[in-house]
């Protein structure tokens, strides 16, 4: 028997052991979707430096053409989410179509709200009336895409905040977002939610509007039951604990989505899994526990790589979300529970360790088989001729001189 035979035989033997049902856990594995970002794909730095890649996306169609690649190479990550503008369309309907024929969908629309030069000071907490509505209007706007684009998420996460104790009233300020997100909410299509992304720092670095998942739940709770609250990851202070996060706004049934990413330091650009597996693990062990209470969590990778190949790099992120869903499926939950409820906390924690702890790669490979994708997507990268082809057809776009992607 191949090796590889083997190692799946061996592990669903222990699964088997442990009363799991396999072909629940492969399931879920074919039925998971991590959506990636159009601006993963172009060219984006620091605020120091653009280094340009050769083959760099530099059109919303060359940034579909590559998700739909990461799809093809997955099969799990069929959609990709645009920003707006820096993803822009004369007809979006045409470009729903154009995407649908390369196999993937449009998702979240995120509307762009630090961008412009009359956003210096914020923009829906802005203290001007007019900027306020200027971006009021444009997700207004991202609304009416979301109906050409088939898109059921309004994605919004705010730059604002103030750099300096007394700039401006924290308390105006916290009226002026809830009266401008209200005045959007009731053009959001129907069935769709608007996600509101909380940061705790930058670009404003005395406070920001929308600084936890606190303050971004009270806030959906105002605005009504289409507001859910978008985790990202890297988007914490260091050690917070993002899993009891989760496990809260699961239970509030107001956990919508999340940004994947992994924070070392300051912002939210390494590849997720990459300096915190466990973490994410343990994120996706309250997902899996949660059953169907976790049915409409949007799951969006939040990454624009700068010195990393961009491909590559998408890839991997996706790849170390499958893994993490995969140890998630097959903790012994109904163990876990019995060891809790008898206060044996090393023995609990145990069992979630054993599951992280598993090698899952074999189980990977046997529901890459079954989906008809490749066995090793990242070798099958490698060994492909796509990175070189659009490379030779894309060249090396300009460096733009901002870090932030789209500029
Ligand atoms: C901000 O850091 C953020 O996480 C938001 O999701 C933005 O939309 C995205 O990055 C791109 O700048
Ligand atoms: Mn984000």
Redesign the pocket.
């Given at each position: 028997m191949p090796e590889s035979q083997s190692g799946y035989a061996a592990l669903a033997d222990t699964l088997a052991g442990r009363g799991l049902d396999l072909a629940r856990v492969k399931t879920a594995l074919k039925q998971q979707h991590i959506e990636t970002?159009s601006?993963g794909y172009g060219d984006s730095g620091t605020r120091f430096k653009v280094f340009a890649q050769p083959g760099a996306a530099r059109t919303v169609e060359e940034k579909i053409a590559d998700a739909a690649y990461m799809n093809r190479l997955t099969g799990i990550a069929p959609s990709v989410a645009l920003?707006i503008p820096w993803d822009t369309a004369a007809d979006w309907a045409a470009l729903r179509q154009f995407a649908g024929e390369l196999g993937i969908r449009l998702g979240a629309i995120?509307p762009?709200l630090f961008q412009d030069d009359v956003y210096m000071l914020g923009s829906v907490c802005h203290p001007s009336a007019a900027v306020r509505q200027r971006a009021r209007d444009h997700m207004i706007e991202c609304c009416a895409i979301m109906q050409a684009t088939g898109s059921d998420i309004l994605?919004v996460?705010l730059?604002d905040g103030t750099n300096y104790a007394g700039q401006d009233s924290i308390r105006a300020r916290k009226h002026r977002l809830q009266e401008t997100l209200a005045e959007v909410y009731p053009h959001l299509p129907p069935g769709s939610r608007m996600l509101l992304?909380y940061?705790f720092f930058?670009p404003a670095f005395y406070h920001t509007d929308l600084a936890d998942w606190g303050m971004a739940y009270a806030l959906c709770q105002k605005l009504g039951p289409q507001a859910e609250v978008l985790v990202?990851t890297?988007?914490h202070a260091q050690g917070t604990n993002v899993a009891h996060i989760v496990a809260l706004l699961l239970d509030e049934g107001r956990l919508g989505g999340f940004?994947f990413n992994a924070r070392q330091y300051g912002?939210?650009d390494l590849i997720v899994g990459s300096t915190n597996p466990w973490e994410l693990f343990v994120i996706f062990s309250e997902l899996v526990s949660a059953g169907e209470g976790a049915a409409n969590v949007a799951y969006m990778i939040?990454q624009?790589h700068n010195i990393e190949p961009k491909l590559e790099a998408m890839l991997l992120s996706i790849l170390n979300c499958q893994t993490a869903l995969a140890k998630a499926l097959i903790v012994d939950y109904a163990a876990l529970r019995a060891r809790q409820e008898a206060g044996d906390v090393l023995g609990s924690h145990l069992i979630l360790a054993d599951a992280f702890q598993t090698d899952v790669r074999p189980l990977l490979r046997q529901v890459r088989a079954e989906m008809n994708v490749p066995l090793d997507p990242l070798a099958a990268l490698k060994a492909d001729s796509y990175v070189q082809t659009v490379a030779a057809a894309r060249g090396a776009a300009h460096a733009a001189s901002s870090g932030?992607?789209g500029a």
């Amino acid at each position: 028997m191949p090796e590889s035979q083997s190692g799946y035989a061996a592990l669903a033997d222990t699964l088997a052991g442990r009363g799991l049902d396999l072909a629940r856990v492969k399931t879920a594995l074919k039925q998971q979707h991590i959506e990636t970002p159009s601006w993963g794909y172009g060219d984006s730095g620091t605020r120091f430096k653009v280094f340009a890649q050769p083959g760099a996306a530099r059109t919303v169609e060359e940034k579909i053409a590559d998700a739909a690649y990461m799809n093809r190479l997955t099969g799990i990550a069929p959609s990709v989410a645009l920003h707006i503008p820096w993803d822009t369309a004369a007809d979006w309907a045409a470009l729903r179509q154009f995407a649908g024929e390369l196999g993937i969908r449009l998702g979240a629309i995120n509307p762009n709200l630090f961008q412009d030069d009359v956003y210096m000071l914020g923009s829906v907490c802005h203290p001007s009336a007019a900027v306020r509505q200027r971006a009021r209007d444009h997700m207004i706007e991202c609304c009416a895409i979301m109906q050409a684009t088939g898109s059921d998420i309004l994605s919004v996460w705010l730059a604002d905040g103030t750099n300096y104790a007394g700039q401006d009233s924290i308390r105006a300020r916290k009226h002026r977002l809830q009266e401008t997100l209200a005045e959007v909410y009731p053009h959001l299509p129907p069935g769709s939610r608007m996600l509101l992304e909380y940061k705790f720092f930058e670009p404003a670095f005395y406070h920001t509007d929308l600084a936890d998942w606190g303050m971004a739940y009270a806030l959906c709770q105002k605005l009504g039951p289409q507001a859910e609250v978008l985790v990202d990851t890297g988007h914490h202070a260091q050690g917070t604990n993002v899993a009891h996060i989760v496990a809260l706004l699961l239970d509030e049934g107001r956990l919508g989505g999340f940004h994947f990413n992994a924070r070392q330091y300051g912002d939210d650009d390494l590849i997720v899994g990459s300096t915190n597996p466990w973490e994410l693990f343990v994120i996706f062990s309250e997902l899996v526990s949660a059953g169907e209470g976790a049915a409409n969590v949007a799951y969006m990778i939040d990454q624009s790589h700068n010195i990393e190949p961009k491909l590559e790099a998408m890839l991997l992120s996706i790849l170390n979300c499958q893994t993490a869903l995969a140890k998630a499926l097959i903790v012994d939950y109904a163990a876990l529970r019995a060891r809790q409820e008898a206060g044996d906390v090393l023995g609990s924690h145990l069992i979630l360790a054993d599951a992280f702890q598993t090698d899952v790669r074999p189980l990977l490979r046997q529901v890459r088989a079954e989906m008809n994708v490749p066995l090793d997507p990242l070798a099958a990268l490698k060994a492909d001729s796509y990175v070189q082809t659009v490379a030779a057809a894309r060249g090396a776009a300009h460096a733009a001189s901002s870090g932030y992607p789209g500029a």
